[in-house]
């Protein structure tokens, strides 16, 4: 009968290094499988070619993509703190089982996946709590001021590890679902599957993983189907209603202001509102942002029609314009995760234009919800009145074309 070991680690812990190479020493396991896919293998045995940008601009992932250099900066800040790189632990099983001539399996699922699925599956509340956890932690206070993270406690302590995946499921419920409940099921995939072509696995995973994957280990019948782990997020269809919605808004609204009798010139003043205020905030963002003033030009030009358009973003047009005056490499994919403060990331090109995409998308959204806020008052007329009137004449107009 086959046998399945794991070794529960944390990425930047010296003591998870010896203890990996120690089980492997031990067990003697005919496959070792790590907690890695194709991708955070290859970068971590430093192989394969980083993406350029103009696959990232394709991809269109902005947020994900920015979310993700950020989890990775506050790991290997925490990493610097304690003298190990992230990953360590893995890149000690892959040389181990390499020197012994054991094989390695590849157990997790493919990051794009996972944070797609992660980024997709969490409600907008939980996204800006998110971004602003992420935000405060690299911005935040000073070195000297922060606790200092006993980071071998987290591969010993089983409540310490079980109360900080409970408050990461407080803080975010469908991110955790993604990152942590969903991994454990692919990983007890992975594991399982292994053990039926092998007598002994060793598991290399976050010690953060260990618990829910003996779960399934114990109760077999309760994982969920491998292929609902690995399909792409469904396309979010909910996007499209929501700028259907707005296009529906912003074209109702003129119509009722065009019949209410309040003149043209106000009814251009509000396309002109329109354009202006879509395109000083998607521009000031971009700005914010440490974009070029061309960048911020072209989301200030964009910003109106592209909010009237659910299939294009603001972001991505500044991006394009960023990328053409920042001209960032493939190289520029190392600088950012060797940045020590995020004011060095700001200065890597490539991350100042995923950082000018996702802010101008922010500052093209806020500006939407700001038009239909603020319209009335900036017209200087009663909503109440125009869209009552402007109403009742369409109305009256609409019934007289059917006499």
Known sequence: MSEIKLVGTAHVSQNSIDEVRLAIEEFQPDVVAVELDRGRYAAIKKEGKPPEMEDILKGGNFNETLVQWMLAYIQRKIGMDVG??????????????????????????????TLSRFWSGMTVLEKLRLIYALMGTIIGGSDEDDEKIDIEALTKDKDLIEMAIEEFHNFSPNGAYALIDERDAYLAHSLLRLSQRNEKVLGVVGAGHVKGIQRYFENPETLPPFESLTAQPATHNWKLI????????????????????????????????????NGVLAGGFTLLAGGHPLSALTAFCVSWLTSLNPFLAAGWFAAVTEAKVRKPKASDLQKIIDAESFSEMRQVPMFKVIFVAALANVGSMLGTF??????????????????????????????????
Not at 89 to 112: C, K, Q, T, W
Not at 242 to 268: C, E, K, N, R, Y
């Open 242 to 277: 929501i700028g259907g919605i707005f296009i529906a808004m912003f074209a109702f609204l003129l119509l009722l202001i065009g019949f209410s009798g309040v003149g043209l010139d106000v009814l251009l003043s509000a396309v002109v509102y329109w354009v202006v205020i």
């Open 370 to 403: 700001a038009y239909f806020i603020f319209i009335f008052p900036i017209l200087g007329i009663d909503p109440t009145v125009v869209l009552v009137d402007g109403f009742n004449n369409l109305v009256a107009w609409i019934s007289g074309l059917f006499r």
């Open 84 to 113: 190990v790189e992230p990953g360590a632990e893995m890149l000690a099983a892959i040389n181990e089982a390499e020197s012994r001539e054991i094989p390695v399996a590849l157990a997790d699922r493919d990051i794009r996946i």
